[in-house]
């Protein structure tokens, strides 16, 4: 799964990277972003990408509460394109979800060990999203899931599943203005290559999510 991320580059990094012309509203860099927080995500309208913060959980247009967003943080890409949460989302509404490194929090005799996991070499990199819009009585919310996946060989160790890190040259691809199948989609994922990806123990302060700050990713001794 993807519980936990961060973003730390400068605005006018992410905005170089993904050809965005509008400044971020309201950007800052983070170092513990969790489920039910804002999270910046990029998508194409059509005519330019744009680049703005959407809620982690995804509530569907149909949900009748919107707490079911707590439970959709992730969709699983084996079998989004035939789940009735994901179906539609996988044809037209695609995004990434800007990152530059994500915890995972590995298993040990001592306990659940934080990871902090990068890509190799490259300083900033989407995941691979969803995203809907919930119309309320009283309110408009933007939510998004993340896409998962086994793990690969560099991260079976540390845990079992993994968020899907789009290559460099497959972000512009994933969201493209145009209508996919559901299948299609899958298909997509599956053909990805992934990065090298390195990783480093980190201490337990980022297990909770009110914490924020360089303690997060410092390297244990």
């Not at 039910?36 to 959407?54: N, P």
């Not at 009585?137 to 079992?160: G, K, R, V, W």
Request: charged share 25%.
């Amino acid at each position: 799964m993807c519980g936990r991320y961060t973003l730390l580059a400068e605005e006018a990094e992410i905005l170089r990277e993904y050809g965005i012309e509008r400044p971020i509203d309201g950007y800052e860099p983070r170092y513990n972003i969790a489920p039910g927080q804002k999270v910046l995500a990029v998508i194409h309208d059509g005519k330019q990408k744009r680049a703005g913060y959407m809620k982690w959980g995804l509530v569907p247009s149909w949900a009748k509460d919107p707490k079911i967003g707590y439970k959709m943080i992730n969709a699983r890409s084996e079998t989004a394109h035939e789940k009735p949460s994901y179906k539609r989302l996988m044809s037209q509404k695609r995004c990434l979800i800007v990152a530059d490194s994500f915890y995972e929090w590995q298993k040990t005799e001592s306990g659940k060990q934080p990871v902090r996991i990068q890509p190799e070499n490259r300083s900033l990199f989407a995941f691979a999203g969803l995203w809907d819009q919930w119309e309320g009585e009283e309110e408009s919310l933007y939510t998004c899931t993340i896409l998962t996946q086994d793990a690969n060989e560099f991260m079976a160790p540390i845990h079992n599943r993994m968020p899907v890190i789009l290559p460099k040259g497959k972000q512009d691809q994933w969201i493209e203005p145009v209508k996919w199948s559901p299948s299609d989609a899958k298909g997509f994922v599956e053909q990805l290559t992934m990065n090298d990806l390195r990783a480093y123990e980190v201490s337990d302060y980022v297990n909770s999510a009110k914490n924020e700050g360089p303690d997060c990713i410092t390297p244990l001794a």
